[in-house]
């Protein structure tokens, strides 16, 4: 909808109130909520919209968490989750750090209508990243009752909003940094953990950038089957990426807590089909950091595989367990799903081998077990652990 001069320039007053009490408030508090409650209040005045809300990634989860909001009923704001793929709105942002503007969610075939949104009836939405140390800490979202084509205007608006709660949010990091220097028996593990964090902001970093080029190339594709091999691929990246959110958010990064690892990377997949319960029972070992990703890998591939073919009507669950044998040494991670089962698979498709593959990385096994129900496979191997110097 086109605005007059005088309209638009009414638009842009309210704007740059919204930015300036929104910074006026930020510089008053170190309070987190306080921090957050103020964006979602003055991003909705700004822009005029009654729904609003803060997203907050977490790593161990693989997801985004509704941290703060303005205008949702019980049980969305501190519960609701979404997902960070890219399927999801608010998940490609914090993949390829740029925002996301959604005309129309109800009919979308590249994104994911969740349920918070379609309850509350939304059908137009504005995402921009939050951006803490140079690495997205979440997203800032603005959610419309009607369908709305959100100008550039709002979107440089919604984005300066996310940049000063980004710098809220860097100041009190930084103050819990100070704090902790000022103690002298930690301030060599404070140079450590530093170190490992700028090194995690840069691996993150590189994982976005690939994401975000290949979002761009997958977008050109005319032929759905080679758009499909681009997410594919997109999925096993960002598979490795959480990875990589594990190794560097622990002491020991020569070896990784696998149970960790594992949980959040079904956290993220649980949000790729509603309907679909993704139940986990993983026993806490440490694997070397190949290891583990290889086991990510193999996970990501059959957990996918059986929310893609083995529920047509949409019901189902897939169960992941890892479990050890500490007498015999021997681990096993076994994927059982209740579908409709499939045959042996042929010794040469390709998900079978890219799986059998993986497993040979780890010097490990993968059996197709019969089940009553469904399908089931276990990958067996004898795990190394890389010693600590």
């Known amino acids: 909808m086109l605005l007059d001069n005088s309209e638009h320039i009414e638009k842009l007053q309210r704007h740059q109130e919204s930015l300036n009490d929104f910074a006026r408030a930020a510089s008053e508090t170190n309070r987190l909520g306080q921090h957050l409650h103020s964006a979602c209040s003055l991003a909705g005045r700004g822009l005029g919209v009654k729904y609003t809300k803060v997203m907050r990634y977490r790593p161990t989860k693989g997801d985004l968490l509704v941290e703060a909001g303005i205008g949702w009923g019980p049980g969305v704001v501190g519960q609701a989750t979404l997902g960070s793929d890219v399927a999801s709105g608010p998940g490609r942002v914090l993949q390829a750090r740029q925002a996301m503007r959604i005309d129309d969610l109800r009919d979308n075939p590249w994104f994911r209508y969740p349920s918070p949104l379609r309850e509350h009836g939304i059908i137009s939405t504005l995402n921009v990243p939050v951006a803490v140390d140079g690495v997205v800490w979440g997203v800032l979202a603005a959610d419309s009752e009607v369908q709305r084509d959100f100008t550039n205007d709002e979107v440089v608006f919604l984005s300066a909003m996310a940049n000063i709660l980004g710098l809220a949010l860097q100041g009190m990091v930084q103050q819990r940094r100070t704090k902790k220097s ?42 759905a089957q080679l758009a499909t091999v681009f997410k594919h691929v997109i999925a096993q990246i960002s598979a490795i990426s959480v990875a990589y959110d594990q190794l560097f958010m622990q002491d020991d990064q020569a070896n990784l807590e ?45 957990v996918t595989n059986a929310i893609k ?47 059998q593959q993986f497993a040979q990385q780890i010097g490990g096994s993968v059996d197709h077990e019969p089940v009553e129900r469904g399908t089931r496979f276990c990958i067996s191997f004898f795990p190394k652990r890389r010693p600590v110097h």
């Open 182 to 223: 000022a103690e002298r028996a930690l301030r060599a593990v404070d140079r450590q953990k530093m170190l490992r964090h700028e090194l995690g902001h840069r691996a993150k970093n590189d994982f976005q950038m690939v994401i975000a080029i290949l979002l761009i190339q997958m977008d050109k594709q005319q032929d």
């Open 258 to 302: 696998i149970a960790t690892y594992l949980e959040a990377l079904c956290g993220n997949l649980r949000h790729r089909c509603e309907g679909i319960e993704i139940e986990t029972h993983l026993e806490s070992t440490e694997l070397t950091h190949d290891c583990a990703v290889s086991l990510g890998l193999i996970t990501n591939e059959l």
């Open 309 to 355: 073919h083995a529920f047509p009507e949409g019901k189902g669950t897939v169960h992941v367990e890892f479990t050890t044998d500490r007498d015999r040494g021997r681990s096993c991670l076994t994927v059982t799903d209740n579908g409709i089962g499939m045959s042996t698979p042929r010794p040469g498709s390709a998900g079978l081998r890219l799986i």
